[in-house]
């Protein structure tokens, strides 16, 4: 009973809408986040964002790429 539940199209389709909801809504909460913390000016915090973004993009790819290197010689 519980799988059929689970195979409902309905349940993939709120999950759908769930999991989109969220990948619209953390970078705008992270936003507001940083807008409310620092308390500065809109194109200060957009600027501070981009670059505190950027930053975390390089280090979790070096991490990535440290992960696959690892896994290949191992």
Known sequence: AIDDA????WVAV????????LWI?????LFLMQYRVYGDHWAVT???????????????LFVVMFAVLA????
């Open 6 to 9: 689970f195979a409902a199209k």
């Open 46 to 60: 957009a600027i501070r964002y981009l670059v505190i973004g950027s930053i975390y993009m390089v280090l979790v």
């Open 25 to 29: 809504w953390i970078p705008i909460y």
């Open 14 to 21: 709120v999950t759908a809408l769930v999991d989109a909801a």
């Open 71 to 74: 896994g290949i010689v191992a």
